[in-house]
């Protein structure tokens, strides 16, 4: 038996207990359905032997070492991960369209007397779906942006503001970039289609009655692009701005980048990437702030120097209505605790 998937939220509510990726490795990190497990039937390099062997050799001889291996992988997750589900236990099995690796592993489940069900299409058809509500569809909602300053805390708002029921779409959380020439620290950006991916879970579980609130982006965050039908909304929704003084601000970041500044090798690669823009002079007087350990100063300086400068450039061509201005304070934990009440109360 197969599922046809319509969208994410009856997905759900099929109820099934485990959605399992029978991809590669490969396929899966790249990007999968969400929630789902990888249980490989054939790993990497496995796959690519046997796609070798169907194009220059024989597709009759790639099936039969592919069954095998299939059959052999299969009998490995069975006994690492399934031995102690019950005879109730309902899996939903996919693969890249649906075909061979999946319905081999069902086939398997379902002797088992497991109420497996494949995905139909596999995992091209989930890419589908994706592609149509984030490129070809319309959101239904009411999408209202936060902005400021760099460094006046916008994403802390925000999820102070989540803690409190606001529906917030975290950008830069699930493109793990933070939006700045400091933005890469948290590790590797997914990619592109993961972090669709991402956006459209996120989607799934908010209220389209109620407003959707984003920190204010460009179309791109590191190395990923917002999709046409998130960015079309953001660039033309009201905004609300949150002010702080420098000071402030370069205190809250140097808080934040501490962990980079403590590696300053690092720091200094993403600096000297700006000599182009910033000219020489100021890079190295931002390194020698950096190298005195002054992280503050340093925050500072670039406050002044680059990040000021950058966003007026930007806004210079952004008419949308500011509906609220809220001064931040000194950007604390409590403080931004408050700028996430009146933020409520303001969309309230």
């Not at 997750?77 to 069902?106: K, N």
């Not at 489940?109 to 319309?138: C, F, K, M, P």
């Not at 942006?145 to 994403?155: I, P, V, W």
């Not at 000021?308 to 209505?321: G, K, M, N, V």
Request: aromatic letters at 6%; charged letters at 20%; hydrophobic letters at 40%.
């Amino acid at each position: 038996m197969a599922f046809t998937l319509t969208n994410l939220p009856d997905l759900t509510a099929q109820g099934f207990d485990t959605i399992i990726d029978v991809r590669s490795p490969a396929e899966y990190a790249e990007d999968h359905v969400p929630g789902a497990v990888n249980m490989p039937v054939l790993s990497n390099e496995e796959r690519a032997t046997v796609g070798t062997i169907y194009v220059q050799d024989s597709p009759f001889k790639a099936r039969k070492i592919g069954a095998a291996l299939v059959a052999r992988n299969a009998a490995s997750a069975i006994e690492a991960h399934m031995m102690d589900h019950d005879g109730g236990w309902r899996p939903l099995v996919y693969c890249w369209r649906g075909g061979q690796r999946s319905g081999s592993f069902t086939s398997i489940l379902q002797q088992i007397g497991w109420r497996a069900e494949t995905l139909h299409g596999g995992y091209q058809s989930y890419r589908r779906h994706v592609v149509a509500q984030l490129y070809d569809a319309t959101l239904p909602f009411r999408v209202i942006r936060l902005d400021g300053l760099t460094g006046t805390a916008k994403t802390d708002t925000l999820n102070a503001a989540a803690t409190l029921g606001a529906q917030v779409l975290d950008l830069e959380g699930l493109a793990r970039h933070r939006g700045s020439i400091l933005g890469d620290i948290d590790g590797d950006q997914p990619a592109q289609k993961m972090f669709e991916s991402r956006i459209l879970a996120t989607l799934a579980t908010f209220d389209p009655a109620k407003p959707l609130l984003i920190e204010a982006e460009s179309a791109r965050i590191g190395a990923l692009r917002l999709p046409p039908a998130l960015w079309l909304p953001m660039k033309s929704s009201p905004r609300i701005v949150l002010d702080a003084t420098p000071q402030h601000r370069a205190r809250y970041l140097a808080a934040q980048y501490a962990a980079l500044v403590a590696t300053p090798d690092a720091l200094t690669t993403r600096l000297n990437g700006l000599r182009p823009i910033a000219g020489h002079d100021r890079v190295n007087r931002w390194l020698d702030l950096l190298n005195q350990g002054r992280a503050e100063a340093l925050a500072h300086a670039l406050i002044t120097d680059h990040y000021d400068p950058a966003y007026r450039r930007l806004r210079r061509a952004d008419d949308t209505p500011v509906t609220a201005t809220f001064d931040a304070g000194d950007l604390r934990p409590t403080a931004i605790a408050a700028t996430a009440r009146a933020l409520l109360d303001h969309l309230t």
